[in-house]
Structures are given as structure tokens and as C-alpha cells.
């Protein structure tokens, strides 16, 4: 079973500032499934990345991932006030789910 | 347009069985697997299972494994996510989601409250 493990916790930055957010595989994955998601509080989680570094519909470009085999990065360029959320990593290969615990991106 | 449509909130008893459900439109609902997410209070994000609606293959989460039903209707484009005897442990927001390239499509959730 493969487990996700995002880092930090929980990141505090200021509107403008950059994000990196960190998603380690307990073992190699095809990173054609993984993805990576935003949620907001009260609201569903929205597709952000797929295949590891592709943007879903809509997203902007501000948003981007990249990584390959255990080690993948969700970078935010520069933060709007509406990114400020929480984010996931996820893999789905096989049709088996796994989802990271989350990172936090609070506003400092 | 694609729309998981999710039923709507439950309260319920320690024991009680219960089935929610999540009816896709807009698209083939045959043709991609449907997942179900459960979020307690202020956690994370957990895969209880999967299924794909044109031949009913379905897979859990080991965690949920003999906790859960997964299921699907699909002449009413429905799947279906079902407890025999809840426990106060399943009060949880439990969503529906669509894979394809990633998990594209979110139902809105139903909240589940088990209490006495």
C-alpha cells in the first residue's frame, strides 16, 4: 500500500510570497496518476494537477507541479488571497486511491 | 455539463443502517469509476472504495473493507455507499468523486451525524 506524506503541515506566507508544498511516495509511483487538489473550508475538493504536472480546466498558471518517481512539489508562484487553503497530493493508479495528509496555507 | 448530484444530510442512531447516494449526469456514467471520500471533522481526506458502474468491479480501501457496500445503478446513473449498523466513528462528510484524469468531478457531499 502506497502511503503519501505532504510537508509541511502547515505553511504560513503572505500574499505575493511563493509556495512549496511537498508530497514523498513510501514508493515509486507512475506519475501519471498523481494529482493534486485544493479545498476550501465548507466546499469540496477541486482538481488542481494531474499526471503530476498538468493543470486541470481552468486553473491559472500561477499554479504548477512537478517530481517524478517518490518526490513530487505542488509550487504556487504567488499567492492570491484565494489560494489560501488546504492541499492534497493524491495517487490514483490502479484505482486505488491514496491521499496525502494535507498541507495547510494559512496567511501569516 | 458533468454533475454528481449527492443526497441530501442524515442523522441517525448508533445501529441504524443507512444508504446515500450519488447520481451522475451529463456524461457516460458507465465509462469511469466512481470513488467514495469520507472527511470527519477537521481531517483529512480518506478512500473508502471504489466502483466502476459498467460491470459493478469494485475495490475498498482496506480500512473500510466489511465496514462499508459500495454499489451502482446504472440504469439511474446512480452509486450508492451503504453502512448496516453505523457506529458514532462514521459521523463524517462523505463525498462521491469522478476518476478520469485525476479525480475531476466532486459530488457536494452528505453529511452523516450519528448520534443517540
Known amino acids: 500500500e502506497i502511503v503519501l506524506t505532504q510537508s509541511p503541515g502547515t505553511l504560513s506566507l503572505s500574499p505575493g510570497e511563493r509556495a512549496t508544498l511537498s508530497c514523498r511516495a513510501s514508493?515509486?509511483?507512475?506519475?501519471?496518476?498523481l494529482a493534486w487538489y485544493q479545498q476550501k473550508p465548507g466546499q469540496a475538493p477541486r482538481l488542481l494537477i494531474y499526471?503530476?504536472?498538468s493543470r486541470a480546466t481552468g486553473i491559472p498558471d500561477r499554479f504548477s507541479g512537478s517530481g517524478s518517481g517518490t518526490d513530487f512539489t505542488l509550487t504556487i508562484s504567488r499567492l492570491e488571497p484565494e489560494d489560501f487553503a488546504v492541499y492534497y497530493c493524491?495517487?490514483?493508479?490502479?484505482?486505488?486511491?491514496?491521499f496525502g495528509q494535507g498541507t495547510k496555507v494559512e496567511i501569516k | 455539463e458533468v454533475q454528481l448530484v449527492q443526497s441530501g444530510a442524515e442523522v441517525k442512531k448508533p445501529g441504524e443502517s443507512l444508504k446515500i447516494s450519488c447520481k451522475g449526469s451529463?456524461?457516460?456514467?458507465?465509462?469511469?469509476?466512481i470513488g467514495w471520500v469520507r472527511q470527519m471533522p477537521g481531517k483529512g481526506l480518506e478512500w473508502m472504495g471504489i466502483?466502476?458502474?459498467?460491470?459493478?468491479?469494485?475495490r475498498y480501501s482496506p480500512s473500510f473493507q466489511g465496514q462499508v457496500t459500495i454499489s451502482a445503478d446504472k440504469s439511474i446513473s446512480t452509486a450508492y455507499l451503504q453502512w448496516s449498523s453505523l457506529k458514532a466513528s462514521d459521523t463524517a462528510m462523505y463525498y462521491c468523486?469522478?476518476?478520469?484524469?485525476?479525480?475531476?468531478?466532486w459530488g457536494q457531499g452528505t453529511l452523516v451525524t450519528v448520534s443517540s
Open positions: 451529463g456524461y457516460s456514467f458507465t465509462s469511469y469509476w
Open positions: 466502483i466502476y458502474p459498467g460491470d459493478s468491479d469494485t
Open positions: 514508493q515509486s509511483v507512475n506519475s501519471r496518476y
Open positions: 499526471g503530476a504536472s
Open positions: 493524491q495517487h490514483y493508479g490502479s484505482s486505488l486511491w491514496t
Open positions: 468523486a469522478r476518476q478520469y484524469t485525476g479525480i475531476d468531478y
